[in-house]
């Protein structure tokens, strides 16, 4: 075998492994929304937009699109970890064609819950981004 397949060899057998550990710690829906995010980026122009830098530093913007009262579009960004990305893509695909009422009640448990769990470790991740909507209406009520 030459050099270059060795290389090849150790990136493959690298990356098996750090899938098998994430699907050791994770739910398969956590690895599906964070592999392939739904409503990644900011809506330009948005009706309404909040941003808050948790304790870990990372930061989790969320950007809507309203009509009458409903939301029609929702997107996310983050610079955080796999699990906040995998947070804000459930979170935006669960209040999109929801009333703003409906969406502030919706909780960190239940995302949690809906996300099949997270680790401890990271359940600080869903409530960034539950506080980060919550912030994202908040600004819409101050501007309406
Ligand atoms: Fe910072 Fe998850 S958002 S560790």
């Not at 599906?32 to 900011?42: D, H, I, K, L, T």
Request: hydrophobic share 30%.
């Amino acid at each position: 075998m030459n050099g270059d397949g060795d290389f090849e060899k150790m990136v493959k057998d690298l990356q098996s492994k750090i899938e098998q550990d994430e699907e050791k710690d994770y739910s398969k829906t956590v690895i599906n929304e964070y592999r392939n995010p739904n409503n990644f980026g900011v809506i330009e122009n948005s009706d309404a937009f909040g941003e808050i830098k948790g304790p870990c530093g990372d930061t989790m913007k969320i950007s809507l699109r309203l009509e009458g009262g409903k939301i029609i579009n929702a997107c996310f960004w983050t610079d955080g970890c796999g699990a906040s990305i995998a947070c804000g893509s459930m979170l935006t695909k669960l209040i999109t064609g929801k009333t703003i009422e409906t969406a502030l009640d919706i909780t960190s448990e239940q995302l949690t819950d809906t996300l099949g769990g997270i680790p401890k470790e990271h359940l600080h991740c869903t409530v960034l981004t539950v506080n980060t909507l919550q912030e994202t209406i908040k600004n819409y009520h101050k501007v309406e």
